[in-house]
């Protein structure tokens, strides 16, 4: 059976994290491990992809319980893309952690933690059963709570408490969403769910549904009046654990924004004006948030708000185009802040603070590492042909032809601002003249490292850095890709007959 | 029975959203639980209530032969329950470390990661 193997990626991070809690006190066998396995999930992870995009959608029944009763396992191409980026981020943080994360951390269980949360992750992209993305939402949350408090430092905890709170009360509104949502459809299926909330006369209660939906997915993605617990929680914890937050947490809130509300919420203006309008908010305040900061893992914070503003705008603009803007960017923005957060855990390594007041002068001591770090920088900003440059495009032409100018508008504010940060990042921290700092006690610095363990923390960063290249170089490719998934999304029945079968719809 | 759950659920949230808004770090967690509680009975309640029939098919028949009481409910009850009790040990314990460290247990102070370095 070809469509099993819709369930490996799942089954695969299991596998590791239960084996690496084997291995508790072997810290050398964990980081083994770790590694090994994120390169056996990013091998199952490229063919689920090439499976799916040479099949169609997959689907499996847990437990041969057909849809609608039992809960579906569907690998269309959206979820597949996600599933690749996922494990390519992984596999790039499993091997920065085992350079940077301080053994006394690895002893309380990161790396099976770490392997929990993309196991979390792994499942959310897949399931397609409302309240099982409520439970692959736990798992994600319990392991991400975990690892942002490792370690124990004052700034985490303190971090660590807002994020928290925000978090499990997302969780209780994605929870009450679910409990209405089955009290007027009684199913719990998304594709099911798709055929009988269009189904439905009172539409204010869909409506009411849909809210929820979105307000508990929006703190989750850190949306426009709701996301003021990322700037005051990512800065925390140790780059690691940042790159793998900035790079995916965010995005897995997104990616349940783009499915529910084009899977089961479809077609209500009311629904579309809100969005657009949390979009171009979050796109101003997340760059305004930006602009006056100090700390570099603070400007990159806000500059996630800011972003997440443009996948949730091209999912507002409704039209194919524009979502297949917004799944580029998706595709894009993934890979690069996972890489940006990577590069600030190597800066700090060199120089040993965050502050851009006290950093400088890393271009004349490191010419070939600050190239290296220049490029996650300009495909951040999409200066043309690197990969921020053609969701963009595709965004503004989208809102041209809505006329929708304020939008337009907010898309230039922020990524002029974004272009402002970046320019000022490379000036502060790789032109100007580099301060004598005090020697930090205690603190391994770059160039006093073994030659290992520099490899493992410059590999990741050359590995996204060329992925980030091709997604720009070969953006031929990715548009094909995005318009493919954009494509599925629009034209939902064939997610809907690929999960219920034929006759099911039929009756 | 429906409307007397209706108003409980109102208070649960109500109640749980104004202990979130105090400044102690207790009372958050409390504000926590009882909006769990809430959204538990809210699933109960809107998977209609439906009292005395079990879902259970007699032994002659092979299919159910009256109105049942719908068990999904129950189930994603049980499952949010055990889930949120889960969250809520861990929250307890990282509020004792939080206080043991910053030695405050007032929301207001703790804002050092929000301040500009």
Known sequence: ?507 | MEFILAILIGIFYASGLYMMLRRSLVKLIIGLILIGNGANLLIFLLGRITKGLPPIIPGESPVFLKAYADPIPQALILTAIVISFGLQSFAIVLVKRAYSVVKTDDLDQMNSTDQFS
């Open chain 1, 1 to 507: 059976m070809i469509q099993h193997i819709v369930l490996y990626p799942i089954l695969i991070q299991v596998f590791i994290a239960i084996l690496l809690l084997f291995c508790w006190s072997r810290v050398h066998w964990q980081k083994v491990i770790s590694v090994v396995g994120s390169f056996l999930s990013l091998g199952i992870a490229i063919i689920l992809f090439i499976t799916t995009w040479n099949e169609g959608t997959l689907t499996v029944q847990a437990g041969g319980w057909d849809a609608p009763f039992g809960i579906s396992f569907v690998s269309d191409t959206f979820a597949a893309t996600l599933i690749l980026l996922t494990a390519i981020s992984g596999l790039a943080v499993s091997v920065f952690s085992v350079g940077t994360i301080l053994p006394a951390r690895l002893k309380f269980g990161y790396l099976p933690i770490f392997h929990f949360l993309l196991l979390g992750l792994n499942g959310a992209f897949l399931t397609g059963d409302i309240f099982n993305l409520y439970v692959w939402f736990e798992v994600i949350i319990i392991s991400s709570f975990v690892l942002i408090t490792i370690g124990g430092e004052k700034a985490q905890l303190e971090g660590a408490l807002k994020y928290f709170t925000l978090n499990i009360f997302a969780s209780m509104i994605f929870l009450t969403a679910v409990a209405v949502l089955y009290g007027i459809t009684g199913s719990l299926n998304m594709a099911d769910l798709s055929i009988k909330v269009a189904a439905i006369e009172n539409r204010g209660l869909v409506e009411v549904s849909a809210v929820l939906f979105l307000i508990g997915f929006g703190i989750k993605s850190a949306l426009f009046p709701l996301y003021f617990w990322l700037p005051a929680s990512y800065h925390t914890p140790p780059p690691a654990v940042s790159a793998i937050f900035g790079g995916l947490l965010t995005k897995v809130g997104v990616y349940a924004i783009i499915r529910v509300f084009t899977l089961i919420f479809v077609g209500d203006v009311f629904l579309e004006n809100i969005i657009l309008t949390l979009a171009g908010f979050t796109l101003v305040s997340g760059a305004l948030g930006a602009l006056v900061q100090n700390n570099i893992v603070k400007i990159f914070s806000y500059l996630i708000i800011c972003h997440i503003g443009y996948m949730i705008l091209g999912l507002g603009l409704v039209s194919e185009l524009a979502i297949a803007g917004a799944v580029f960017y998706l595709i894009h923005d993934i890979i690069v802040k996972t890489n940006l957060f990577m590069v600030s855990g190597l800066i700090y390594r060199i120089k040993g603070t965050f502050s851009m007041r006290d950093l400088g002068g890393l271009y004349a001591k490191y010419p070939l590492l600050s190239l290296l770090m220049a490029i996650p920088f300009f495909s951040l900003v999409g200066i043309p042909p690197l990969s921020g440059f053609w969701p963009k495009l595709a965004l503004i032409t989208e809102s041209f032809k809505m006329s929708n100018y304020w939008l337009i508008a907010a898309v230039l504010f922020a990524t002029f601002i974004t272009f402002y940060l970046i320019a000022k990042i490379w000036s502060e921290v790789f032109w100007k003249e580099g301060k004598v700092l005090p020697k930090l006690y205690n603190f391994r610095y770059f160039d006093k490292l073994k030659l290992e363990k520099k490899v493992q923390i410059v590999a990741p960063i050359i590995f996204l850095a060329f992925v980030s290249l091709f997604i720009g170089f070969g953006a031929e490719y990715i548009q094909q890709l995005a318009l493919r998934v954009a494509n599925e999304l629009t034209n939902n029945q064939h997610y809907v007959q690929s999960v219920l079968g034929e006759q099911m719809i039929a009756n």
